[in-house]
């Protein structure tokens, strides 16, 4: 199994659907990351967990609401998204939250809201 | 000011040919990594290499290897004897300490094209 999984790679959905995206790493990480990368925008970090805890949240609207039930795992819920939500997100594992501590990201899932 | 800066949007080399990508960054914090990634357009982004603030020595990794000057602010990634398939995003981005290592700040990427 490659390090770092996401699914579904491609999502399309309405403004008031609810859908969730998946992250699983099998590097035994103990942090995990949301990213968003927008068209000719620099990637975003979202979230940051460590241990199951959350210890990051760069404002993001309250319509992504992400979820770790094991350092293995990590969830990103939508509902009532708007279309320039539309972008591809990707999920990434480091060992710890040092400086030295490299992260590595799945293939993403690429979100078009319509 | 951007934390990390590529300039160049867009580089075109040929097979074979060496090329360097250009990133400079900005930060007041004494320790911090800088790194590079890959990104082909499958979306995915590969980690090529790491250099840390107190390296003394350019970190190489095979073919590619990064050009650390740190009074200038700079960590250019240089690929030697480019490939086809190093044809893709490349995005410089910075780890600092001021930020609990938390952040990993990327810079806006640059299109490198590889032709036969």
């Known amino acids: 199994e490659t390090g770092v999984t996401q699914t579904p790679r491609h999502l399309v959905m309405g403004m008031t659907n609810k859908k969730s995206l998946k992250c699983e790493q099998h590097?035994?990480?103990?942090?995990m990351y949301w990213y968003k990368q927008s068209a000719k925008k620099p990637l975003e970090l979202m979230f940051v967990y460590n241990f199951k805890e959350q210890t990051e949240n760069n404002s993001v609207p309250s319509r992504f609401s992400p979820e770790c039930p094991n350092s293995s795992h990590l969830f990103l819920h939508l509902h009532t998204l708007q279309p320039e939500d539309s972008a591809l997100y990707l999920c990434?594992?480091?060992?710890?939250?040092?400086?030295?501590?490299?992260?590595?990201f799945g293939p993403g899932t690429r979100l078009t809201v319509l | 000011a951007q934390k990390i800066t590529q300039t160049q949007p867009g580089m075109f080399v040929q097979e074979k040919e060496a090329v360097t990508l250009d990133c400079t960054y900005d930060t007041s914090d004494p320790s911090y990594g800088l790194f590079w990634y890959k990104q082909p357009s499958s979306g995915e982004m590969i980690f090529l290499i790491y250099q840390g603030s107190y390296d003394q020595q350019n970190a190489t990794e095979g073919r590619y290897s990064l050009n650390f000057q740190k009074a200038r602010k700079s960590a250019n990634l240089v690929i030697s004897a480019s490939q086809l398939g190093d044809s893709a995003m490349y995005f410089c981005a910075m780890r600092e300490t001021n930020t609990g290592f938390q952040k990993l700040v990327f810079g806006t990427g640059t299109r490198l094209l590889v032709s036969p």
């Open positions: 590097l035994g990480h103990n942090a």
């Open positions: 990434a594992s480091s060992q710890d939250l040092g400086s030295t501590d490299t992260q590595y």
